[in-house]
């Protein structure tokens, strides 16, 4: 062949079956199986415990999917030769005991988990090289989605789910000119514009999701037996309280209505449903999941004061988050996500 004569670089096949898996596809599944997991064994008791046909047939079709789901995972992990997490069981369930919460509060529960395993599964999707795990995250995708959609149409159609404020039509687009309009980082400095459709639909959504778990933390803090999970629910629910006075006021001073809770969600059981195990790390994810919301908040609010309230919330969040696993690792119920080798120890 002549030196001068370009080569063809031949292409590389590959057997994309064959592909090891890489750290993001196990993380991600990893994560996935432990929600599926907590989902089922709470969904099983909810499940049962629904009389509302339309409700028992939502949590039903919850459970059935997050089932489906954890035995996925389970057999990718074994296709992969890698130890799946230990995870949750009938002993963290006892099905006969009294409801905590009524029926309508675990639909509006479960449609949030929705909105918080697809926010999970977006990435994941999207970080996934394997042919079979890339189907599996982009099922689940498309399962969550419609569920999700038929859970919200069954709320609103029971009068349950609030909708967002809706604002005055404008009459035509404009185009920002004043620099004003990010306002100010203390409202001592000057008025504040009124607030954007997306400023308003973000602390919306905030409420929605903080009151929802609140009162998840305060349902289980008269139930659990440790005294130290109870104090830790206690303080979240303290936390969040207070963080939703702080927004809702916010949204009042611009004569935009608060999201509420339309019943009493809570009974007066004191029998523990769910282990303490399972409810301590419900409630670290679920927080963690408030901490994501206020990041997503935070990249799209053009308004200083806002922007500075919610990164304050969500160094108070990530505290909460930080508290709950490590109360969790100092009883021994926090499972082990997968790690790469620590180098340092293996050259000593």
């Known amino acids: 062949?002549?030196?001068n004569q370009p080569s063809i670089q031949q292409p590389i096949h590959h057997n994309l079956a064959d592909l090891p898996p890489v750290s993001s596809e196990v993380g991600f599944l990893w994560n996935n199986y432990i929600a599926a997991n907590m989902s089922t064994c709470f969904l099983t008791k909810w499940a049962k415990e629904a009389t509302d046909p339309d409700i028992k047939e939502c949590l039903q079709m919850e459970l059935d999917a997050a089932a489906t789901a954890w035995k996925d995972?389970?057999?990718?992990?074994?296709?992969i030769d890698y130890p799946a997490p230990a995870g949750f069981g009938e002993q963290d369930i006892d099905i006969n005991a009294p409801a905590l919460f009524s029926q309508s509060f675990c639909l509006l529960f479960t449609r949030m988990m929705q909105r918080m395993l697809i926010q999970h599964l977006v990435p994941a999707v999207t970080s996934a090289y394997r042919g079979d795990f890339q189907d599996f995250f982009h099922n689940q995708i498309k399962t969550a989605a419609d569920r999700h959609r038929k859970?919200?149409?069954?709320?609103?159609?029971?009068g349950i789910l609030q909708r967002h404020p809706s604002i005055v039509r404008p009459e035509q687009a404009e185009i920002v000119h004043d620099k004003d309009f990010l306002g100010s980082y203390f409202s001592v400095f000057g008025e504040q514009r009124p607030l954007t459709a997306v400023e308003i639909g973000h602390i919306y959504s905030i409420m929605e999701i903080e009151q929802l778990i609140r009162t998840f933390y305060v349902g289980y803090s008269q139930a659990v037996k440790s005294d130290n999970v109870r104090q830790y629910l206690l303080k979240a629910?303290?936390?969040?309280?207070?963080?939703?006075?702080?927004?809702?006021?916010?949204?009042?001073?611009?004569?935009?209505?608060?999201?509420?809770?339309?019943?009493?969600?809570?009974?007066?059981?004191?029998?523990p449903g769910i282990s303490d195990r399972l409810v301590l790390n419900l409630a670290t994810a679920v927080t963690a999941f408030i901490a994501t919301s206020y990041g997503e908040a935070i990249s799209t609010v053009a308004r200083k004061d806002?922007?500075?309230?919610?990164?304050?919330?969500?160094?108070?969040i990530l505290s909460l988050a930080k508290n709950g696993a490590e109360l969790a690792i100092e009883l021994g119920w926090l499972d082990k996500s997968p790690q790469t080798a620590d180098r340092k120890e293996l050259t000593h």
């Open 237 to 271: 629910g303290d936390t969040l309280e207070k963080q939703l006075d702080a927004l809702g006021r916010i949204l009042t001073e611009e004569d935009v209505p608060c999201p509420a809770i339309s019943e009493i969600p809570m009974t007066d059981s004191t029998t």
């Open 73 to 79: 995972i389970k057999i990718l992990f074994e296709s």
């Open 1 to 3: 062949m002549n030196d």
């Open 306 to 316: 806002l922007g500075l309230t919610m990164m304050r919330f969500i160094t108070e």
């Open 151 to 158: 859970y919200t149409e069954i709320l609103l159609a029971k």
